[in-house]
């Protein structure tokens, strides 16, 4: 199956800015639309953004303007590029393929606290 390995999480404080990245195991990368999630505790889990093979772009409402996802098909990567952060960010970031094609990994945790 298709595997994530999310990485770039932190603390940072409010108005800072972090870089998240998503290492995807399989040779046909380039045909997936994948998309990131996250999850605080005692929440659901959210669509944050999300990038097709075409390179096209969507967000959830709470990060435009704030948050750019990209991808680098030779690497086998996804960005999420979240600036202006707040502490409402709070939560474990997922990426995943849309549809759901493979395993969900562990994530990476990103805190903002002053």
């Known amino acids: 199956q298709v595997q994530f390995v999310e990485s770039g999480g932190g603390l940072v404080q409010p108005g800072g800015s972090l870089r998240l990245s998503c290492i995807v195991s399989?040779?046909?990368?380039?045909?997936?639309?994948i998309n990131w999630y996250r999850q605080a505790p005692g929440k659901q889990r959210e669509l944050v953004a999300g990038?097709?093979?075409?390179?096209?772009?969507k967000y959830g409402d709470s990060v435009k303007g704030r948050f750019t996802i990209s991808r680098d098909n030779a690497k086998n990567t996804v960005y999420l590029q979240m600036n202006s952060l707040k502490p409402e960010d709070t939560a474990v970031y997922y990426c995943?393929?849309?549809?759901?094609?493979?395993?969900w990994g562990q994530g990476t945790q990103v805190t903002i606290s002053s």
């Open positions: 399989t040779s046909i990368f380039s045909i997936y639309t």
């Open positions: 995943m393929t849309d549809p759901t094609f493979g395993s």
């Open positions: 990038i097709t093979s075409g390179q096209k772009t």
